[in-house]
Protein backbone atom coordinates (compact mmCIF):
# COMPACT_ATOMS: atom_id res chain seq x y z
CA UNK A 1 0.00 0.00 0.00
CA UNK A 2 1.37 3.70 -1.12
CA UNK A 3 2.11 6.03 1.94
CA UNK A 4 -0.27 8.98 1.92
CA UNK A 5 0.28 11.91 0.11
CA UNK A 6 1.92 14.34 2.57
CA UNK A 7 3.86 17.45 0.38
CA UNK A 8 2.78 18.41 -2.93
CA UNK A 9 5.05 20.38 -5.47
CA UNK A 10 2.93 22.91 -6.80
CA UNK A 11 4.03 24.04 -10.49
CA UNK A 12 2.93 27.30 -12.00
CA UNK A 13 6.13 29.08 -13.29
CA UNK A 14 4.45 32.54 -15.20
CA UNK A 15 2.39 34.39 -15.92
CA UNK A 16 1.67 37.04 -13.09
CA UNK A 17 -2.47 36.96 -13.78
CA UNK A 18 -2.13 32.91 -14.61
CA UNK A 19 0.00 32.40 -10.97
CA UNK A 20 -2.41 34.65 -9.10
CA UNK A 21 -5.35 32.42 -10.12
CA UNK A 22 -3.77 29.68 -8.56
CA UNK A 23 -3.95 31.37 -5.39
CA UNK A 24 -7.27 30.79 -4.19
CA UNK A 25 -7.00 26.68 -4.96
CA UNK A 26 -3.68 26.93 -2.34
CA UNK A 27 -5.47 28.39 -0.19
CA UNK A 28 -8.74 26.38 0.03
CA UNK A 29 -6.66 23.58 -0.34
CA UNK A 30 -4.06 23.96 2.81
CA UNK A 31 -7.70 25.02 4.98
CA UNK A 32 -9.35 21.92 3.74
CA UNK A 33 -6.19 19.29 4.00
CA UNK A 34 -4.14 20.89 7.00
CA UNK A 35 -2.25 17.84 7.28
CA UNK A 36 -0.60 18.01 3.67
CA UNK A 37 2.28 20.71 2.87
CA UNK A 38 2.68 22.68 -0.54
CA UNK A 39 5.85 23.91 -2.14
CA UNK A 40 4.94 26.21 -5.01
CA UNK A 41 7.45 26.51 -7.52
CA UNK A 42 7.25 29.45 -9.66
CA UNK A 43 9.63 32.43 -10.12
CA UNK A 44 10.95 34.77 -7.11
CA UNK A 45 8.74 37.77 -7.90
CA UNK A 46 5.11 35.92 -6.97
CA UNK A 47 6.80 34.57 -3.55
CA UNK A 48 4.64 38.04 -2.21
CA UNK A 49 1.45 35.85 -3.47
CA UNK A 50 1.57 33.00 -1.09
CA UNK A 51 3.21 35.18 2.25
CA UNK A 52 0.57 34.68 4.76
CA UNK A 53 -0.82 30.90 3.64
CA UNK A 54 -0.39 27.87 6.31
CA UNK A 55 1.63 25.01 5.30
CA UNK A 56 3.17 26.78 1.79
CA UNK A 57 6.54 27.09 1.52
CA UNK A 58 7.99 29.01 -1.81
CA UNK A 59 10.39 27.68 -3.87
CA UNK A 60 12.31 30.23 -6.56
CA UNK A 61 13.16 28.93 -10.31
CA UNK A 62 16.12 30.23 -11.44
CA UNK A 63 15.34 30.51 -14.69
CA UNK A 64 18.41 32.50 -15.90
CA UNK A 65 21.32 30.16 -14.14
CA UNK A 66 21.22 27.24 -12.03
CA UNK A 67 17.49 26.41 -13.55
CA UNK A 68 18.10 27.54 -16.81
CA UNK A 69 17.87 24.79 -20.02
CA UNK A 70 17.44 21.13 -20.17
CA UNK A 71 20.58 20.80 -17.75
CA UNK A 72 18.97 23.26 -15.49
CA UNK A 73 15.15 21.32 -15.39
CA UNK A 74 17.73 18.35 -14.44
CA UNK A 75 19.38 20.66 -11.25
CA UNK A 76 14.99 21.74 -10.61
CA UNK A 77 14.13 17.93 -10.02
CA UNK A 78 17.18 17.46 -8.03
CA UNK A 79 16.49 20.23 -6.16
CA UNK A 80 12.89 19.68 -5.21
CA UNK A 81 13.71 15.66 -4.93
CA UNK A 82 16.03 16.69 -1.50
CA UNK A 83 12.61 18.63 -0.19
CA UNK A 84 11.09 15.04 -0.09
CA UNK A 85 8.12 15.33 -2.43
CA UNK A 86 5.12 13.07 -3.11
CA UNK A 87 3.53 14.50 -5.70
CA UNK A 88 3.60 16.90 -8.24
CA UNK A 89 0.66 18.87 -9.39
CA UNK A 90 1.40 20.84 -12.59
CA UNK A 91 -0.85 23.57 -13.22
CA UNK A 92 1.29 25.14 -15.95
CA UNK A 93 1.42 22.14 -18.08
CA UNK A 94 3.63 23.22 -20.39
CA UNK A 95 7.08 21.78 -22.19
CA UNK A 96 9.51 22.89 -18.85
CA UNK A 97 6.92 21.57 -16.26
CA UNK A 98 6.25 18.15 -17.94
CA UNK A 99 9.93 17.61 -17.99
CA UNK A 100 10.39 17.91 -14.17
CA UNK A 101 6.40 16.35 -13.70
CA UNK A 102 8.07 13.29 -16.01
CA UNK A 103 11.45 12.97 -13.97
CA UNK A 104 8.95 12.56 -10.60
CA UNK A 105 6.80 10.11 -12.53
CA UNK A 106 9.47 8.17 -13.45
CA UNK A 107 11.14 7.91 -10.05
CA UNK A 108 7.37 6.63 -8.97
CA UNK A 109 6.04 9.93 -7.95
CA UNK A 110 2.00 10.23 -8.45
CA UNK A 111 1.24 13.28 -10.59
CA UNK A 112 -1.59 15.46 -11.95
CA UNK A 113 -1.59 18.63 -14.71
CA UNK A 114 -4.10 20.72 -15.70
CA UNK A 115 -6.15 20.32 -18.35
CA UNK A 116 -6.14 23.30 -20.40
CA UNK A 117 -9.63 22.78 -22.01
CA UNK A 118 -8.16 23.58 -25.78
CA UNK A 119 -10.54 22.34 -27.79
CA UNK A 120 -13.47 24.24 -25.95
CA UNK A 121 -11.63 27.32 -26.22
CA UNK A 122 -10.84 27.09 -29.79
CA UNK A 123 -14.75 26.26 -30.25
CA UNK A 124 -15.60 29.71 -28.36
CA UNK A 125 -12.72 31.78 -30.26
CA UNK A 126 -13.00 30.42 -33.76
CA UNK A 127 -14.81 32.92 -35.92
CA UNK A 128 -17.78 30.98 -37.73
CA UNK A 129 -19.48 28.50 -36.30
CA UNK A 130 -18.91 29.21 -32.35
CA UNK A 131 -19.89 27.35 -28.97
CA UNK A 132 -20.72 30.48 -27.13
CA UNK A 133 -21.33 28.94 -24.06
CA UNK A 134 -18.75 29.51 -20.65
CA UNK A 135 -16.50 26.78 -20.42
CA UNK A 136 -15.02 25.77 -16.82
CA UNK A 137 -12.35 28.35 -15.46
CA UNK A 138 -8.84 27.71 -14.97
CA UNK A 139 -9.58 28.03 -10.91
CA UNK A 140 -11.54 25.03 -11.33
CA UNK A 141 -9.35 23.26 -14.00
CA UNK A 142 -6.52 23.57 -11.36
CA UNK A 143 -8.92 22.19 -8.42
CA UNK A 144 -9.44 19.22 -10.84
CA UNK A 145 -5.93 18.23 -11.17
CA UNK A 146 -5.46 18.13 -6.84
CA UNK A 147 -8.74 15.60 -7.42
CA UNK A 148 -6.66 13.60 -10.03
CA UNK A 149 -4.29 13.33 -7.08
CA UNK A 150 -6.82 12.00 -4.33
CA UNK A 151 -7.94 15.39 -2.78
CA UNK A 152 -11.52 17.31 -3.66
CA UNK A 153 -10.98 21.28 -3.33
CA UNK A 154 -14.47 22.74 -2.35
CA UNK A 155 -14.32 26.50 -3.72
CA UNK A 156 -18.27 27.55 -2.42
CA UNK A 157 -17.07 29.59 0.20
CA UNK A 158 -13.61 30.76 -0.54
CA UNK A 159 -11.43 32.59 2.81
CA UNK A 160 -9.46 35.76 2.22
CA UNK A 161 -6.56 37.36 3.97
CA UNK A 162 -8.05 40.31 6.12
CA UNK A 163 -7.22 44.18 4.75
CA UNK A 164 -3.72 44.64 5.19
CA UNK A 165 -2.27 47.42 8.00
CA UNK A 166 -0.93 49.91 5.36
CA UNK A 167 2.77 50.97 6.09
CA UNK A 168 3.68 54.50 7.04
CA UNK A 169 5.63 54.79 3.44
CA UNK A 170 2.35 53.54 1.60
CA UNK A 171 0.09 56.03 3.70
CA UNK A 172 2.93 58.75 2.38
CA UNK A 173 1.44 58.35 -1.09
CA UNK A 174 -2.20 57.18 0.07
CA UNK A 175 -2.74 59.54 3.42
CA UNK A 176 -5.01 58.13 5.77
CA UNK A 177 -8.69 56.11 3.87
CA UNK A 178 -11.26 58.15 6.29
CA UNK A 179 -14.65 57.56 4.84
CA UNK A 180 -13.29 58.20 1.14
CA UNK A 181 -13.83 55.34 -1.27
CA UNK A 182 -10.85 53.79 -2.73
CA UNK A 183 -11.03 52.74 -6.16
CA UNK A 184 -7.79 51.07 -8.40
CA UNK A 185 -7.75 51.29 -11.98
CA UNK A 186 -5.35 49.24 -13.88
CA UNK A 187 -5.99 50.13 -17.74
CA UNK A 188 -3.28 48.44 -18.93
CA UNK A 189 -2.95 44.58 -20.82
CA UNK A 190 -0.15 42.20 -22.72
CA UNK A 191 -1.70 43.16 -26.26
CA UNK A 192 -4.03 46.19 -27.08
CA UNK A 193 -7.14 44.23 -27.71
CA UNK A 194 -7.67 44.18 -24.54
CA UNK A 195 -7.17 47.68 -23.35
CA UNK A 196 -9.78 50.16 -23.42
CA UNK A 197 -9.07 53.15 -25.58
CA UNK A 198 -7.19 56.02 -23.86
CA UNK A 199 -9.36 58.65 -24.61
CA UNK A 200 -12.57 56.67 -22.91
CA UNK A 201 -10.29 55.84 -19.65
CA UNK A 202 -9.49 59.60 -19.28
CA UNK A 203 -13.39 60.58 -19.48
CA UNK A 204 -13.56 57.34 -16.82
CA UNK A 205 -11.42 58.87 -14.62
CA UNK A 206 -12.05 62.73 -15.14
CA UNK A 207 -15.74 61.40 -13.90
CA UNK A 208 -15.18 59.43 -10.92
CA UNK A 209 -12.52 62.08 -9.73
CA UNK A 210 -15.26 64.89 -10.37
CA UNK A 211 -16.45 63.20 -6.76
CA UNK A 212 -13.89 64.33 -3.94
CA UNK A 213 -15.53 61.20 -1.96
CA UNK A 214 -13.66 58.83 -4.43
CA UNK A 215 -10.02 58.44 -4.59
CA UNK A 216 -8.03 57.10 -7.26
CA UNK A 217 -5.33 55.18 -7.60
CA UNK A 218 -4.02 54.29 -11.07
CA UNK A 219 -1.93 51.15 -11.55
CA UNK A 220 0.93 50.12 -14.44
CA UNK A 221 4.47 49.29 -14.68
CA UNK A 222 7.27 50.46 -17.56
CA UNK A 223 8.21 54.21 -18.61
CA UNK A 224 5.58 53.99 -21.42
CA UNK A 225 2.49 53.01 -18.94
CA UNK A 226 4.24 55.72 -16.16
CA UNK A 227 3.94 58.53 -18.65
CA UNK A 228 0.27 57.45 -19.51
CA UNK A 229 -0.81 57.20 -15.88
CA UNK A 230 0.57 60.86 -14.89
CA UNK A 231 -1.43 61.93 -17.61
CA UNK A 232 -4.44 60.50 -16.44
CA UNK A 233 -3.56 62.12 -12.79
CA UNK A 234 -2.53 65.43 -14.13
CA UNK A 235 -4.13 68.00 -12.31
CA UNK A 236 -6.59 66.19 -10.32
CA UNK A 237 -5.46 65.69 -6.19
CA UNK A 238 -7.35 62.52 -5.63
CA UNK A 239 -5.57 60.49 -8.75
CA UNK A 240 -2.62 58.98 -7.67
CA UNK A 241 -0.28 57.38 -9.59
CA UNK A 242 1.24 54.75 -7.27
CA UNK A 243 3.48 52.94 -10.70
CA UNK A 244 7.53 52.56 -9.56
CA UNK A 245 7.01 54.10 -6.27
CA UNK A 246 5.88 50.82 -4.27
CA UNK A 247 6.90 47.12 -4.30
CA UNK A 248 4.84 44.09 -5.14
CA UNK A 249 4.37 43.26 -1.22
CA UNK A 250 3.40 47.10 -0.65
CA UNK A 251 1.33 47.14 -3.91
CA UNK A 252 -0.55 43.77 -2.52
CA UNK A 253 -1.33 46.00 0.40
CA UNK A 254 -2.86 48.81 -0.45
CA UNK A 255 -5.10 46.66 -3.33
CA UNK A 256 -6.31 44.71 -0.61
CA UNK A 257 -7.49 48.00 0.71
CA UNK A 258 -9.30 49.09 -2.57
CA UNK A 259 -12.97 49.02 -2.45
CA UNK A 260 -12.98 48.31 -5.63
CA UNK A 261 -10.57 47.15 -8.91
CA UNK A 262 -11.12 48.64 -12.45
CA UNK A 263 -9.06 46.28 -14.59
CA UNK A 264 -8.48 45.28 -18.08
CA UNK A 265 -8.96 41.45 -18.48
CA UNK A 266 -5.16 41.39 -16.90
CA UNK A 267 -3.01 40.22 -14.04
CA UNK A 268 -4.02 43.10 -11.51
CA UNK A 269 -8.08 41.87 -11.77
CA UNK A 270 -6.63 38.63 -10.63
CA UNK A 271 -4.52 40.05 -7.81
CA UNK A 272 -7.28 41.79 -6.69
CA UNK A 273 -9.55 38.56 -7.00
CA UNK A 274 -7.13 36.57 -4.97
CA UNK A 275 -7.41 39.33 -2.42
CA UNK A 276 -10.84 39.03 -1.68
CA UNK A 277 -11.78 42.67 -3.56
CA UNK A 278 -14.30 43.82 -6.03
CA UNK A 279 -12.93 43.75 -9.09
CA UNK A 280 -14.83 45.18 -12.41
CA UNK A 281 -13.27 44.44 -15.91
CA UNK A 282 -13.28 45.33 -19.21
CA UNK A 283 -13.40 42.81 -22.28
CA UNK A 284 -12.15 43.70 -25.83
CA UNK A 285 -11.39 40.48 -27.91
CA UNK A 286 -11.02 38.48 -24.86
CA UNK A 287 -14.24 36.95 -23.13
CA UNK A 288 -15.09 35.98 -19.39
CA UNK A 289 -16.64 32.60 -21.16
CA UNK A 290 -13.09 31.57 -21.66
CA UNK A 291 -12.39 30.91 -18.06
CA UNK A 292 -10.44 33.84 -17.29
CA UNK A 293 -12.98 35.41 -15.50
CA UNK A 294 -11.92 36.72 -11.83
CA UNK A 295 -12.24 34.24 -9.06
CA UNK A 296 -15.64 34.61 -7.15
CA UNK A 297 -16.76 37.70 -8.99
CA UNK A 298 -20.16 38.17 -10.30
CA UNK A 299 -20.68 37.75 -13.91
CA UNK A 300 -22.18 41.47 -14.22
CA UNK A 301 -18.78 43.06 -13.29
CA UNK A 302 -17.22 41.99 -16.14
CA UNK A 303 -18.07 44.31 -19.05
CA UNK A 304 -18.36 43.10 -22.31
CA UNK A 305 -17.55 44.78 -25.76
CA UNK A 306 -21.10 44.43 -28.38
CA UNK A 307 -21.57 41.21 -29.91
CA UNK A 308 -24.23 42.19 -32.46
CA UNK A 309 -21.93 44.82 -33.75
CA UNK A 310 -18.69 42.19 -33.42
CA UNK A 311 -19.92 38.72 -33.97
CA UNK A 312 -16.64 36.87 -34.29
CA UNK A 313 -16.05 38.15 -30.18
CA UNK A 314 -14.16 36.73 -28.65
CA UNK A 315 -11.65 36.55 -31.44
CA UNK A 316 -8.66 35.03 -28.65
CA UNK A 317 -8.00 33.17 -25.80
CA UNK A 318 -5.21 35.87 -24.80
CA UNK A 319 -5.54 38.61 -27.19
CA UNK A 320 -2.94 37.83 -28.88
CA UNK A 321 -4.93 37.37 -32.55
CA UNK A 322 -5.82 40.35 -34.06
CA UNK A 323 -8.84 40.45 -36.82
CA UNK A 324 -9.60 43.73 -38.82
CA UNK A 325 -12.44 45.60 -38.33
CA UNK A 326 -12.43 44.94 -34.85
CA UNK A 327 -10.07 47.51 -32.93
CA UNK A 328 -12.68 49.68 -32.18
CA UNK A 329 -14.50 46.70 -30.37
CA UNK A 330 -14.34 48.24 -26.85
CA UNK A 331 -15.17 51.31 -28.18
CA UNK A 332 -18.81 49.80 -27.19
CA UNK A 333 -18.29 49.54 -23.60
CA UNK A 334 -19.37 52.81 -22.83
CA UNK A 335 -17.87 55.92 -20.16
CA UNK A 336 -21.35 55.62 -18.36
CA UNK A 337 -21.45 52.12 -18.51
CA UNK A 338 -18.09 51.84 -16.71
CA UNK A 339 -18.63 54.69 -13.89
CA UNK A 340 -21.95 53.55 -13.01
CA UNK A 341 -20.95 50.01 -12.35
CA UNK A 342 -17.29 51.28 -10.62
CA UNK A 343 -20.46 53.79 -8.48
CA UNK A 344 -23.16 50.44 -8.01
CA UNK A 345 -20.47 48.43 -6.67
Known amino acids: MSKPIQHIAVIRLSAMGDVAMTVPVIRAFVEQNPDVKITFVSRPFFKPFFAGIPNVDFFAVDVKERHKGFSGLLKLYSDLKRL ?3 AVADLHNVLRSQVVRSLFALSGKKVA ?3 KGRAEKSALTRPEDKTFEPIKTMVERHADTFKKLGFTIDLSNPKFPRKANLSSEILKITGEKSNQ ?5 APFAQYDSKVYP ?3 MQEVINKLASDTNNKIFL ?4 NKEVEILNSFAKGKDNVINIAGKIKLPQELDLISNLDVMLSM ?3 NAHIAAMLGTKVITLWGATHPYAG ?3 FNQPLENCLVSDREKYPKLPTSVYGNKKVVGYEDAMRTISVEKVVNKVLSV
Open 84 to 86: NID
Open 113 to 115: ATD
Open 181 to 185: KWIGI
Open 198 to 200: QDL
Open 219 to 222: FGGG
Open 265 to 267: DSG
Open 292 to 294: FAP
